[in-house]
T-cell receptor, first 120, second 115 residues
Framework: AQKVTQAQTEISVVEKEDVTLDCVYE???????LFWYKQPPSGELVFLIR??????QNEISGRYSWNFQKSTSSFNFTITASQVVDSAVYFC?????????????????FGKGTLLTVNP | ETGVTQTPRHLVMGMTNKKSLKCEQH?????MYWYKQSAKKPLELMFV???????ENNSVPSRFSPECPNSSHLFLHLHTLQPEDSALYLC??????????????FGPGTRLTVT
């Protein structure tokens, strides 16, 4: 069974601090995808990044960076120089591919999320 | 309208009521999903529809009844709910197959309170 663990329930930082959100996953699949989503107070989940299991290169997008380590089954997310607008719940998710006769569907297994509060 | 929209945004209903949640996607996708988000629990996948056909029912109680009349619209019909069904219900859509597989786009959710 697939599982995603986000051990940090809540994190509070002061603006301009760097913060890392941890994500550890379990899967028996050799091909899988990992995601991070942001859920601001408005409720809508916003897609941030997708990585496949064959690409362990770290990625940087502005103040966001992601560290994928297959050896430790981790996909951590770092925000550099945090801002108040970064305050949200962040979810890590893992995909599984499920092929059915009607086509394919893709299931996402989510972690419980980490509530990040950035204080001014 | 763009993206994925959901109505209503908030709903309060009694245990004997019947109500429906509506989701509409304007992205040209062919797969739609219902998720339940309860406090302090991971998002739980409830139903998946591909090309209007239900391909996944994740052991959801029969008091939740989904309907997908076309690839742009998804409904969740509710009847005789329990207080523990109070949650945020999120709709999502995606394109399958896709050069960007597994990427789902979410609506803002309906906050449901069962009294």
């Amino acid at each position: 069974a697939q599982k995603v663990t986000q051990a940090q329930t809540e994190i509070s930082v002061v603006e301009k601090e760097d913060v890392t959100l941890d994500c550890v996953y379990e899967t028996r699949d050799t091909t899988y995808y990992l995601f991070w989503y942001k859920q601001p107070p408005s409720g809508e989940l916003v897609f941030l990044i997708r990585r496949n299991s064959f690409d362990e290169q770290n990625e940087i997008s502005g103040r966001y960076s992601w560290n994928f380590q297959k050896s430790t089954s981790s996909f951590n997310f770092t925000i550099t120089a945090s801002q108040v607008v970064d305050s949200a719940v962040y979810f890590c998710a893992l995909s599984e591919a499920n092929w059915n006769s009607g086509g394919s569907n893709y299931k996402l297994t989510f972690g419980k999320g980490t509530l990040l509060t950035v204080n001014p | 309208e763009t993206g994925v929209t959901q109505t209503p945004r908030h709903l309060v209903m009694g245990m004997t009521n019947k109500k429906s949640l509506k989701c509409e996607q304007h992205l040209g996708h062919n797969a739609m999903y219902w998720y339940k988000q309860s406090a302090k629990k991971p998002l739980e996948l409830m139903f998946v529809y591909n090309f209007k056909e239900q391909t996944e029912n994740n052991s959801v109680p029969s008091r939740f009844s989904p309907e997908c009349p076309n690839s742009s619209h998804l409904f969740l019909h509710l009847h005789t709910l329990q207080p523990e069904d109070s949650a945020l219900y999120l709709c999502a859509s995606s394109q399958v197959p896709s050069p960007n597989p597994y990427e789902q786009y979410f609506g803002p959710g309906t906050r449901l309170t069962v009294t």
